[in-house]
């Protein structure tokens, strides 16, 4: 196992639709988190996972996202109807347990023209 | 919630220096980590540092959690080590709250 891999690495869409991405996290890791980076910041939490279920979700997230992790293996991050703010980096981590080190993927770039 | 601020936010080296980076947390923490976010965007795992020291290479840290610090040392510093050094906590609850990062610059 190599690590958190995300996927795709680069997304560019326009404004108006639907993108979504995926976040293989380290096999046996319980718990999947998702932050959003815009430039210049120190990235933000969105949502985490405990297995399958989907236990906290910051204001952030907005009726336009959602998440999930089918099974508690990979997971899914979609934004419908996507606007130019949405345009960030979105960063996958994953941890074997509460207040256990967590690893973070290479990031997927998101782009709305 | 929890404020989490490092110093300096911009940092530049010749290489060959050594620098220390800090961050400050307004509450107490259960988990404290410290990541290196390369060119391309990742975060690199430095150092799972709750309490204590650690030491790995030319790097090591020292977290304080009763006075609520935690210190990244860089030592003999290289070209390869610019980028920007995120320090990142969890209070109570399950999210990372993240500083807003030291930007180094190492120059030959």
Same mark, same amino acid.
Request: neutral net charge; contains cysteine; aromatic residues 12%.
């Given at each position: 196992d190599t690590g958190v891999s995300q996927d795709p690495r680069h997304k560019i869409t326009k404004r108006g639709q639907n993108v979504t991405f995926r976040c293989d996290p380290i096999?046996?890791?319980n718990r999947l988190y998702w932050y959003r980076q815009t430039l210049g910041q120190g990235p933000e939490f969105l949502t985490y996972f405990q297995n399958e279920a989907q236990l906290e979700k910051s204001r952030l997230l907005s009726d336009r996202f959602s998440a999930e992790r089918p099974k508690g293996s990979f997971s899914t991050l979609e934004i419908q109807r996507t606007e130019q703010g949405d345009s960030a980096m979105y960063l996958c981590a994953s941890s074997l347990a509460e207040n256990t080190e967590a690893f973070f993927g290479q990031g997927t770039r998101l782009t709305v023209v | 919630g929890i404020q989490v601020e490092q110093s300096p936010p911009d940092l530049i080296l010749q290489e060959g220096a050594n620098s220390t980076l800090r961050c400050n947390f307004s509450d107490s923490v259960n988990n404290l980590q410290w990541f290196h976010q390369n060119p391309w965007g990742q975060l690199i795992n430095l150092f799972y540092i709750p309490s204590g020291t650690k030491q790995n290479g030319r790097l090591s840290a020292t977290t304080v959690a009763t006075e609520r610090y935690s210190l990244l040392y860089i030592s @003999?510093?290289?070209?390869?080590? @610019?980028g920007v050094y995120f320090c990142a906590v969890i209070p109570t609850g399950n999210q990372f709250y993240f500083g807003t990062g030291t930007s180094l610059t190492v120059i030959p």
């Amino acid at each position: 196992d190599t690590g958190v891999s995300q996927d795709p690495r680069h997304k560019i869409t326009k404004r108006g639709q639907n993108v979504t991405f995926r976040c293989d996290p380290i096999s046996e890791h319980n718990r999947l988190y998702w932050y959003r980076q815009t430039l210049g910041q120190g990235p933000e939490f969105l949502t985490y996972f405990q297995n399958e279920a989907q236990l906290e979700k910051s204001r952030l997230l907005s009726d336009r996202f959602s998440a999930e992790r089918p099974k508690g293996s990979f997971s899914t991050l979609e934004i419908q109807r996507t606007e130019q703010g949405d345009s960030a980096m979105y960063l996958c981590a994953s941890s074997l347990a509460e207040n256990t080190e967590a690893f973070f993927g290479q990031g997927t770039r998101l782009t709305v023209v | 919630g929890i404020q989490v601020e490092q110093s300096p936010p911009d940092l530049i080296l010749q290489e060959g220096a050594n620098s220390t980076l800090r961050c400050n947390f307004s509450d107490s923490v259960n988990n404290l980590q410290w990541f290196h976010q390369n060119p391309w965007g990742q975060l690199i795992n430095l150092f799972y540092i709750p309490s204590g020291t650690k030491q790995n290479g030319r790097l090591s840290a020292t977290t304080v959690a009763t006075e609520r610090y935690s210190l990244l040392y860089i030592s @003999s510093s290289q070209t390869t080590d @610019s980028g920007v050094y995120f320090c990142a906590v969890i209070p109570t609850g399950n999210q990372f709250y993240f500083g807003t990062g030291t930007s180094l610059t190492v120059i030959p």
